[in-house]
């Protein structure tokens, strides 16, 4: 009986089977994986709001014509809420982990350089502030508290360009040590998208502020427009982990110091 019960365990149930990897996933495919929630919640958000809710969506305090809802008017009736809530919420652990995974990933490059090493811990707390305040914009809409809703946005737009700059800093100094092709191919789509997010985020501020001031037609959705080009490039330049990471894998598994033989 014993006998048979050692085979038994060692059958399903043993040490070779209890090691193996639980989930194995490619860098790569957890990368788009994650952009892809927020992006396809975000167009699946607009395209119901302009279909069935276009002129709650559209309306703007001016009661002028206008013909894009901004991003929080698309994501704050219902269903548009809960999808772009599930959607950031399925995203955000990820988001965590790959901020983490940055941290790790610089701290291997500059653990001798101090400057680069405050930049990279600078870089971990905005990417962390960044990712809280799309929650918090996210799970208290524009229609229930604005202030907060407010303050949400100005964190996560903040935190956003200076993890970009940040970001494009330490890429710069990695660049003159590091000849690989696809670390000089992400320093370069890095730099293209801060500079595009950056003109975006100020055309957007022009048309916010001339459309509180002057009320004319059409400002607001230009307004709109912009604010859309914001978040697809800062969904872009997330995406650049495409090539930062191409090589590694996503691992649930045993670590080797609890293994036991």
Same mark, same amino acid.
């Given at each position: 009986m014993q006998?048979?019960?050692? #085979?038994?365990?060692?059958?399903p149930y043993g040490s070779l089977d209890r090691d193996r990897p639980l989930i194995?996933?490619?860098?790569?495919?957890?990368? *788009?994986?994650? *952009?892809?929630?927020?992006?396809? #919640?975000?167009? =699946? /958000?607009?395209?119901?709001?302009l279909v069935y809710h276009f002129e709650d969506a559209t309306y703007t305090h001016c009661q002028v014509a206008n013909y894009l809802p901004s991003?929080? =008017? =698309?994501?704050? !009736?219902v269903p548009e809420r809960y999808i772009w809530r599930c959607c950031i #919420? $399925?995203?955000?652990?990820? !988001?965590?982990?790959?901020?983490?995974?940055?941290?790790?990933?610089?701290?291997?490059?500059?653990?001798?350089? $101090?400057?680069?090493?405050?930049?990279?811990?600078?870089?971990?707390?905005c &990417?962390?502030?960044?990712?809280?305040?799309?929650?918090?914009?996210?799970?208290? &809409?524009?229609?229930?508290?604005?202030?907060?809703?407010?303050?949400?946005?100005? *964190?996560?737009?903040? &935190?956003?360009?200076?993890?970009?700059?940040i970001t494009c800093r330490l890429w710069q100094v990695i660049r003159r040590h590091y000849v690989n092709p696809e670390e000089i191919t992400s320093q370069r789509w890095k730099l293209r998208?801060?500079?595009?997010?950056?003109? /975006? /985020? $100020?055309?957007?501020a022009y048309f916010y502020r001339r459309h509180n001031k002057f009320c004319e037609a059409g400002v607001y959705t230009l307004f709109a427009f912009f604010e859309y080009l914001v978040v697809f490039s800062n969904m872009a330049f997330h995406m650049t982990a495409f090539w930062d990471f191409g090589t590694k894998e996503v691992i649930v598994a045993t670590p080797p110091e609890d293994k036991r033989y």
């Open positions: 006998i048979c019960s050692a #085979g038994m365990l060692q059958g194995r996933l490619p860098f790569t495919s957890f990368a *788009v994986g994650t *952009v892809l929630l927020p992006l396809t #919640g975000l167009i =699946a /958000c607009l395209f119901i709001s991003i929080s =008017a =698309a994501i704050s !009736r #919420g $399925l995203h955000s652990a990820p !988001r965590y982990l790959v901020a983490a995974a940055y941290f790790n990933f610089y701290y291997g490059r500059f653990a001798k350089s $101090l400057p680069e090493l405050l930049l990279s811990v600078l870089a971990l707390i &990417s962390l502030s960044e990712n809280t305040g799309l929650l918090l914009l996210t799970y208290v &809409s524009s229609t229930e508290t604005y202030s907060i809703h407010k303050n949400g946005f100005i *964190v996560f737009i903040a &935190s956003s360009l200076l993890h970009m700059l998208i801060f500079l595009f997010n950056v003109s /975006c /985020c $100020l055309a957007a």
